[in-house]
């Protein structure tokens, strides 16, 4: 099951910024971690496994808690 969860990227810019904005705090409120993710926190992720040289074949979730609703 794939989680859905939005991130604060440049995905959105089709979006008014109002529209934008509304999304990040509906879907961030969803979350136990009370806020829609950053770039910078996937990307963190993503920098763990790349360095972590004894994980293999690993599915890490960054998800905000999402799993977890």
């Given amino acids: 099951m794939a989680s859905r969860v939005v991130v604060r990227t440049n995905l959105w810019q089709s979006m008014t910024a109002a529209d934008r904005e509304n999304l990040y705090e509906s879907v ?6 009370g806020r829609v ?3 910078h926190e996937i990307a963190q992720a993503y920098l763990f496994l790349m360095q972590e040289g004894f994980s293999t074949g ?5 998800d ?4 977890l609703v």
């Fill in 28 to 33: 961030g409120k969803s979350l136990p971690v």
């Fill in 37 to 39: 993710g950053e770039a």
């Fill in 58 to 62: 690993q599915t890490v979730v960054v």
């Fill in 64 to 67: 905000g808690g999402t799993v």
